[in-house]
Every structure is written in C-alpha cells, then in structure tokens.
C-alpha cells in the first residue's frame, strides 16, 4: 500500500502533465459489528416483500369480531333481523327495579315494569305490570326463594292467583349457572322445553348477556339481551323478543318474567360474592 507522501507525489505529477490517473481506494473499513458495515456494490439489494410476505405490525389493534366470543357466534348473539322482533330498552328503576321501555318512547305500546323484590317472606321475587310504574295491572310473578324451587305463572297474582298456572325455572348447570331450563305449553296444549343460555360475562358487572332458545333447536333465537357492562347507570342493556304469533299471546310475558328471574338470581350471587370473601363456587 503506497504512503500518502507517494500518493501525493502522484497527484502533483500527473497535474503537470495534465494526465488522468486511477488512484485505488483505501480498503473499506471493517466494523467490530457487523451490522455497520456497508453493502458491497456487487451485492443485489433484496427485494421488496409482497403483501402476503410482510409480517404482521404487533402494534396494530385488531379488528373487532363480529361477535363476543364463540358462545355467542354459536348462538346467533348479534343478530341481525329486527323485522321480526320487538326491541326494548331497559332501563334502572328504583333500587333493582327495572322498567322495559320500546326503543322508540313515542311508541304508545307496550311499557313494563318489574319489581325485584329480595328475599321477603310469602312474596314473590319478580313481579311484572303493564306500565313504567308500581300502580301498573300485574300480568304475573315469579317465585325465587333462597332455597327451593324457582316458578313463574303469567297471571294477575293480586286479584285472581287462583287461575295462575305455574312452571317451573331450573338451573341445568353442573358447576355453573349458565343454562336456565323451563317449559311452556303453546296453544294446541303442546309442551315444549326453552332454554336461557349466558353467552358472555360482563368484567366486574353482576349480569351477563343471555339468548333464549328452543330446545334442541339451537339455531333458532327466539330473544336475547345484551347488557350494557359498567356503563349501566341509567340504561342496563336491550332486549330483543321474536314475534312468534304460535306460541300464544302470553309468550311475551313468560319471555319477560323467566328473563328477569335469571337476571335477579345472577346479582343475588353478585351480592353474596360481594359480601362473602370465603364463597368461591358460583356460576
């Protein structure tokens, strides 16, 4: 490798005699980290990746399923038909009271109102009136003591309880309480069982979201509720409820009364977990 006095030397020379000369390049300067030293020249750049070659960015939110989770997909949560069914909201009515109101409020139709009562002696848990208030016609109740059988008739318990026929409300869960059982009988004196199935537990709520199906006809929603989560101060979530004309007049209000009962025994053991660090197994 020449000096740089010699190179130098060169330079002068050949500006004297005005000639061209090549000067070789000093050797490229090698690293102790490879990754800082430069791409030699006869090395062909790589190419671009496809799109179907590029690596996902980590830091991108994914897309928002079309559904909670697998439960829900499965049992048709999210549906999409809203000519054939009536859509309420429900909203907070004093203390665990509930008032079911159409989604539209001009609609002068159908108004309820739920009491929830808790744990008084010789009276019902549920009662559901016609109206947004306490004053409004009851149009049946359901029982749901501490310990016992849990039932719900459709009928004015105040004036004629004689004529309420009652059925039965059973959890179908081993462990769990995320399937509610009970039959109903359709005009034609047909019996048939119907289920209340959790899709989805809220984070730190006392309800989860439910869909109503017939026995062994899974692919058929028949209602469901979709809660509102934390953000439940005034509004608690929607209801959905399949016009069915088969099933009878009263199919509405066995609707409403079984879907409340579910509702109020999953924020009793919301309560009881609340208040009770040693409980661990409730569904």
Known sequence: MSTLHERLSVIESALQNLQTLDIAEPPRRQSLDHRFDKTAPEVD?????????????????????????????????????????????????????????????????????????????????VVLRHGTDKEGECLGVANIPLAGRNTFGVGNFKERPHEIVWEHLRSTGFWTHMRYEFEHEIPGRERRIFQWIRTRNNILDD????????????????????????????????????NIAAFGEEWEQVVLLTWSSVIELSRRRARIRRYSPTHIIHG
């Open 45 to 125: 750049a790589a190419p671009f990746p496809t799109p179907a070659q590029e690596r996902p960015n980590p830091f991108d939110l994914p897309g928002k399923s079309q559904f909670y989770d697998t439960i829900a997909a499965k049992f048709g949560l999210g549906i999409l038909n809203h000519e054939n069914f009536n859509e309420y909201v429900v909203y907070n009515a004093w203390v665990t009271n509930l008032r079911v109101c159409p989604v539209h409020l001009t609609d002068t139709g159908k108004y309820y109102y739920i009491e929830h009562r808790f744990y008084l002696p010789s009276t019902p848990g």
């Open 207 to 242: 309800q989860g979201d439910l869909v109503l199906i017939q026995k062994e006809k899974e692919d058929n929603i028949l209602a469901e509720y979709v809660g509102k989560g934390l953000l439940k101060w005034k509004k608690r979530g929607r209801l959905r409820i399949k």
